[in-house]
């Protein structure tokens, strides 16, 4: 069982909409890359631990 998600989200508003949720950041990376064009400069990828709560902090991946 994994313990780790990367998830690929928008801050373009305030809510930082996530956008896809994903198991391993190759597929993440290719994601956000085809989707970086509607979201220019605000897509990110987060590295979270499952559990993850929003208090404990998050780990970028990339941005």
Do not use: C
């Not at 993440?28 to 605000?42: N, W, Y």
């Amino acid at each position: 069982m994994k313990n780790v998600v990367w998830i690929v989200q928008q801050d373009a508003t305030p809510d930082n909409t996530v956008l896809g949720v994903f198991d391993n950041p190759r597929e993440a990376g290719e994601f956000a890359e085809a989707i970086k064009d509607e979201f220019v400069d605000h897509v990110l990828i987060q590295q979270f631990q499952i559990g993850y709560k929003f208090t404990d902090g998050s780990s970028r991946y990339s941005a």
